[in-house]
């Protein structure tokens, strides 16, 4: 309690000799804004004044003089002469006469046909010329040769009227085929054949025809 009390005694004398520093107000800072300065105006150029147009001279060419040509007075003029009509040409008249009927004139008559017996006739004939014609191309093939073949081959032609062949084959086989082809062949080579009979001809017709093959 003494302790306290005496501290308190102190800072009664103590505290009023104590003296605070004056408290120094703070400065106040005046700020002038500068107005923005104006940039100066660029110095305009002022443009050239244009230079003259100087035109080029033109030099005029000479011209050159032209020559008139002499004027020949012109040919005295002909005079066409006036054309004539020609006279038409004499017509030519004649008596009328009476129509007369028309004339018809009756075909010629067929001539008659010929009877079986000619027929068989005329191809026996006609048949044997044949033969005769396709003998001159006979050829015997050397293998019927060589083996001793040999045969007769019939042969059936389909004619037309002028003797041309129209067909061929084989009727009777000669037993060997080489000597049947070799007789066809014969048959093209002596075609075409003479013409045949009057009563075979103006329509086509078949005759048989014998190829023998013989070794002599």
Do not use: C
């Amino acid at each position: 309690m003494a302790l306290s009390i005496a501290l308190h005694i102190f800072a009664v004398i103590w505290l009023p000799s104590f003296k605070f520093d004056s408290i120094k107000t703070p400065e106040i800072l005046n700020v002038e804004l500068a107005a923005p300065k104006t940039p100066e105006p660029m110095p305009i150029a002022e443009p050239s004044p244009p230079k003259p147009i100087t035109e080029p001279k033109i030099t005029p060419k000479p011209v050159a003089k032209l020559e008139h040509a002499p004027i020949t007075e012109p040919p005295p003029s002909i005079t066409p002469e006036p054309a004539t009509n020609p006279s038409p040409p004499a017509v030519m008249t004649a008596d009328p006469r009476a129509d007369t009927p028309p004339v018809f004139t009756a075909p010629p008559p067929e001539p008659p046909k010929p009877s079986d017996e000619d027929l068989n006739a005329a191809r026996n004939f006609y048949g044997s010329r044949l033969a005769g014609a396709i003998a001159k191309h006979k050829q015997y093939p050397k293998i019927a040769q060589m083996r001793g073949w040999q045969g007769e081959a019939q042969i059936d032609l389909h004619l037309d009227g002028g003797g041309n062949v129209l067909s061929s084959k084989i009727n009777t086989s000669s037993g060997y085929e080489v000597l049947d082809k070799q007789a066809l062949e014969m048959v093209k080579k002596a075609s075409p054949f003479p013409s045949p009979p009057d009563a075979l001809r103006g329509r086509s017709f078949n005759i048989l025809v014998p190829v023998s093959f013989r070794l002599e």
